[in-house]
RNA sequence: CGCGGGGUAGAGCAGUGGCAGCUCGGCUGGCUCAUAACCAGCAGGUCGGUGGUUCGACUCCACCCCCCGCAACCA
């Protein structure tokens, strides 16, 4: 019987275009996907995105368009990333989809009625924003964007009984029963909770949402508050208000990858969610931190936005896929730098992979005719250690040790001068050398795979050839 | 005292109670199979500051300074 292995993603807004952060998360969890179906796992891989936010009926206004429709125009954007980051999700979930709407009406249904129940609320409502602000967010009592004076908005909305379940989130996360890695990430959410937790608005006025948004079952007056209708994405997708073959197969969810300025939503108020409707919690909820550029948070206002479909086209997938693993460390923040790729890439990608499967490519057809005598080699690097990284989600540490693996191999060529025992004609000794050079060109292949997929291929169909010929560079240098 | 992360070579980053390390860049050699690529070596750091624990602190503790996020709908 083969292990499940449920892994998701965050589902972003569709109002902006996808950006190099969510592009280091996707890939982040398709390299985990990657290497569980390597092991032997029976993988379910989701993504998908959020759609039922007030931003969409405006951006849909300005269009002249209903808001479904600018939904579905971009949400392209993000399944068109499959292609160009070469993903290998199984499963796309929108949350305009049916299932989901029915989805999260049943989880709505399935808490226990005594931890939903109805209260007051007033706050200053904006309606240029058409968002309520905290008054300490008000500057001298006027609304931060638009300088108006906000209405006091009294509203009866639904409210979570969050405070009920502080003490069993505590003790599940604590005994690691659901786990938050990395331990920073896990110590800043005990913490929070050890604040104690507050009861949270799930709803609200259907009139003020306009309408888009899941109703709230038996009052269509309210809508879901979107966080409540987003994290249920990971059980609908799995069609939860349907047959429940997939859910019952696959939940919980191994692993939850996301950014870490959403760790309250899922860390807190997702489990309590699923405590209350009675549901398994997800075993482990993995945090990676932002992608800053040039020093900075990325953000529309600077105009410093990378967009990962640009990088793609200019440089190519697994060179993208390749610097954001290698460069940016998978649980703190990271610095984009188009200098850093361009180095990164002429180093790692170009001088050191690339050049080694060259000049091998080369020797073996130049000494050989391409045909290699079959002989025994032995290798001495370990390959262990780099799976138990990628199950740590240490993916830069692996890519670290895989160079290692690389920079040996070159160094085996200096040391070892086939071309001169080519000279001398010490043909044996010349066969083993490569023949080893090319057991470890095979090997950096299949390890790299979920890392790299196109040019583990690629590496691994020229190398097992009968005839190895010589071979066009894997990444041209960028000048 | 709101919460969290960080301050290590020119740049980007690892790191561990016991000689400060990696990559890039710079310099010097070697090599010619290869994508002007590869290999070896050299230069470059008071490990943010102060005090403490210790035979010994970059590492542990305390305090301080500086940078960066978050502060309840941003991956």
């Not at 980051?85 to 989809?97: G, M, P, V, Y």
């Not at 300088?147 to 909305?157: A, D, L, M, Q, S």
């Not at 000494?367 to 250690?385: M, S």
């Not at 830069?396 to 001068?417: D, F, G, P, R, T």
Request: with cysteine.
């Amino acid at each position: 019987m083969k292990k499940k292995y449920f892994i998701t993603t965050a589902i972003p807004y569709v109002n902006a275009r996808p950006h190099i952060g969510f592009a280091l998360e996707i890939i982040q969890a398709d390299v985990l996907a990657r290497y569980h179906r390597i092991i032997g796992d029976d993988v379910r891989f989701l993504t998908g995105t959020d759609e039922n936010s007030l931003k969409n009926v405006q951006a849909a206004e300005k269009e002249g368009i209903s808001p479904q429709e600018l939904c579905d125009k971009n949400a392209e954007n993000f399944k068109y990333l499959k292609e160009v980051l070469n993903l290998s999700f199984d499963d796309f979930i929108r949350t305009t989809d049916k299932k989901h709407i029915a989805g999260a009406q049943k989880l709505w249904q399935a808490c226990k009625k005594e931890d939903i129940y109805k209260k007051k609320y007033s706050g200053y409502y904006c309606v240029g924003c058409e968002s309520f602000y905290m008054k300490k967010d008000l500057v001298d009592g006027l609304c931060p964007e638009h300088k108006t004076k906000p209405e006091v908005v009294k509203e009866e909305n639904y409210f979570f009984k969050l405070s009920l379940y502080q003490n069993k989130l505590k003790r599940l996360i604590e005994s690691g029963e659901l786990d938050i890695v990395p331990k920073e990430r896990k110590h800043e959410v005990l913490s929070f909770i050890e604040q104690g937790l507050q009861d949270f608005s799930i709803s609200r006025s259907a009139k003020r949402a306009k309408g888009w948004g899941i109703p709230v079952p038996g009052d269509e007056k309210q809508i879901m508050y979107v966080w409540f209708d987003a994290l249920s994405n990971y059980i609908t997708a799995l069609d939860y208000a349907g047959d429940q073959k997939l859910f019952k197969k696959y939940w919980p969810a191994d692993v939850h990858a996301i950014g870490k300025g959403i760790i309250r939503f899922h860390a807190v108020y997702w489990p309590a969610m699923l405590l209350s409707a009675g549901l398994p919690l997800p075993k482990r909820i993995f945090v990676h931190g932002y992608v800053n550029v040039g020093g900075e948070k990325m953000s529309k206002s600077i105009g410093n936005v990378v967009d990962p479909v640009e990088m793609v086209e200019d440089y190519g997938t697994d060179a993208l896929r390749y610097y954001l693993l290698r460069e940016i460390p998978p649980t703190g923040d990271g610095d984009f730098k188009i200098e850093h790729f361009v180095q990164r890439y002429n180093a790692d990608l170009a001088n050191d992979l690339g050049n080694l499967v060259s000049r091998v490519a080369n020797m073996v057809d130049r000494f050989f005719h391409g045909n290699l005598p079959e002989v025994e080699v032995e290798t001495d690097y370990d390959l262990e250690r780099i799976n138990l990284l990628i199950s740590q989600f240490r993916f830069n540490e692996a890519l670290e040790h895989i160079y290692k693996i690389v920079k040996s191999a070159n160094q085996c060529v200096e040391e070892e001068k086939p071309w001169e025992l080519f000279a001398v004609k010490n043909i044996d000794k010349l066969a083993k050398v490569l023949t080893k050079l090319v057991v470890t060109i095979k090997d950096i292949a299949l390890i790299l795979e979920p890392f790299m997929p196109e040019t583990s291929q690629e590496i691994s169909e020229h190398f097992n050839k009968k005839k190895i010929s010589k071979i066009d560079p894997l990444f041209p240098r960028i000048l």
